[in-house]
């Protein structure tokens, strides 16, 4: 499992760095100009319904207009819940509860994939398993009682008794176990349940990395209801935190507040530095179960001896939405979102000049340069936005892209009909405007990750 997790770390920490930061500065170092040069005929044939229109997104605040002035401070509890409604992302249901709306389902779709891919890549298979578990599961493993007043507990119309599982230890140990003894060599076997996650192997090392340079921190924590003998939060410092966190400031000693008893201010680690005290969001929970649970549903394997062994089992669970909102709570501005590269609901948007204005023919050119990006670079197909509401100005326009925090935005203006065709292109997150050729723009963006 060390080994597996070593190979996620690998694997995930490169990819989210550079999603996280900076996209590729030097595009000279990009291969040139290798894309074919789409028929521009042939491409304007197509039905205009391939290219996403800001107009026709269910995006509901871009779409009236709702400024910032509009809605009262007290709605909202912390800068990223505010930009997210000004952004039309999300919109309250009941309280606590929000409907994630188009362009925030499709971060959180990316997310998904970020980390299929990555549990595919160290062997990870996905399963689901039902959200309602019977009751009886959760007595034989003692949480039914545990649990307690937190647990959703509901009755059918037979009067069978059951909970909507928030995690599926019970679950997962008993598919396990219902398979009869297992032999070594299926060992380990790693199951991801979406959106949670479980690992069950024979021996653990679970130091995983969830967010590379979103600076997350591994701190020792709770088992709390779960269990088993060692868990590991990953904690995101910020402000709005939940949790309290102990770091040291001389070794890599940190701990969840709730870990350590009242009054510690020395490192147990190192015995030299002082603990800090700061605030993080959890985005990941690991735990060493142990035979927790493989020791009440009898989850065992043959090991080489051909000897039945009681299976030792971990889990961690990754919050999907909690790790894009803490995302966007560290890394925007209070005007604007800045999202993790890779996970912006749509990389590029290009905005053509209001309707009756002296460039009038840009329109056409604006879907054309939409179809031609994406003939030019498949991996940008439908991640680029045409904002086609040319009743209002550039600056208008651009300010609703501004606070959204497309990667890239895109202004066809007057150079773009000169005889040859320059875009302005603002990139957000550094803030760089540049003028580009087609040619130029094409290389820029082929540096752009997705997923
Ligand atoms: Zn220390």
Redesign the pocket.
């Known amino acids: 499992m060390e080994f597996l997790m070593h190979q996620f770390r690998q694997r995930l920490l490169p990819r989210l760095p550079r999603a996280l930061t900076t996209p590729c500065k030097s595009h000279s170092s990009c291969a040139p100009g290798h894309a074919p040069k789409p028929n521009s005929t042939d491409s304007i044939s197509r039905p205009i319904a391939h290219i996403p229109l800001v107009s026709r997104l269910f995006q509901p605040s871009n779409l009236r207009d709702v400024g910032q002035e509009s809605r009262t401070p007290s709605e909202m509890t912390c800068k990223s819940q505010r930009l997210m409604l000004q952004a039309g992302l999300i919109h309250p249901s009941n309280p606590g509860c929000y409907y994630y709306l188009p362009a925030i389902v499709r971060s959180m779709e990316k997310l998904v994939r970020l980390i299929d891919q990555e549990m595919q890549g160290i062997g990870g298979q996905k399963l689901d398993m039902p959200s309602l578990c019977s009751a009886e599961l959760w007595k034989r493993s003692e949480r039914w009682d545990l649990m307690g007043k937190e647990l959703f507990r509901l009755r059918d119309r037979h009067g069978a008794e059951y909970c909507l599982g928030p995690t599926h230890e019970e679950a997962v140990t008993e598919l396990l176990a219902s398979q009869g003894t297992m032999s070594y060599r299926q060992l380990p076997c790693c199951s991801i349940r979406s959106p949670e996650s479980s690992v069950m192997s024979q021996n653990l090392d679970l130091d995983f990395y969830v967010a590379g340079s979103l600076h997350v921190v591994k701190v020792q924590a709770d088992t709390g209801n779960i269990g088993g003998e060692l868990s590991h939060e990953f904690q995101l410092p910020a402000d709005i935190g939940e949790d309290v966190l102990l770091v040291?400031d001389?070794?890599s000693?940190s701990a969840n507040t709730e870990t350590m008893e009242s009054g510690w201010t020395g490192?147990p680690?190192?015995q030299?530095?002082t603990l800090v005290e700061s605030k993080g969001i959890e985005v990941g929970h690991t735990f060493y179960l142990g035979t927790r649970y493989s020791h009440i549903f009898n989850a065992t394997f043959n090991n080489s001896q051909n000897k039945p062994v009681v299976t030792e089992m971990g889990c961690f669970g990754l919050g999907v939405t909690r790790i894009l909102a803490a995302a966007i709570e560290v890394m925007s501005t209070e005007e604007a979102i800045h999202w993790p590269w890779v996970l912006a609901p749509y990389q590029v948007c290009v905005i053509p000049p209001k309707r009756g204005s002296k460039v009038d023919e840009v329109p056409r050119l604006a879907e054309e340069l939409v179809l031609t990006l994406g003939e030019a670079l498949p991996g940008l197909r439908g991640e680029v936005v045409l904002d086609d509401r040319t009743q209002m100005t550039i600056g208008k326009r651009l300010k609703d892209a501004y606070r959204l925090g497309y990667p890239y935005v895109v202004v066809l203006g007057q150079k773009a009909v000169e005889e040859t065709p320059r875009f302005e292109v603002i990139c957000q997150q550094t803030g760089e405007t540049v003028f580009l050729s087609r040619d130029g723009l094409i290389d820029l963006l082929r540096c752009v990750e997705t997923v």
């Open positions: 040291c001389h070794c000693f490192c680690k190192c030299q530095g």
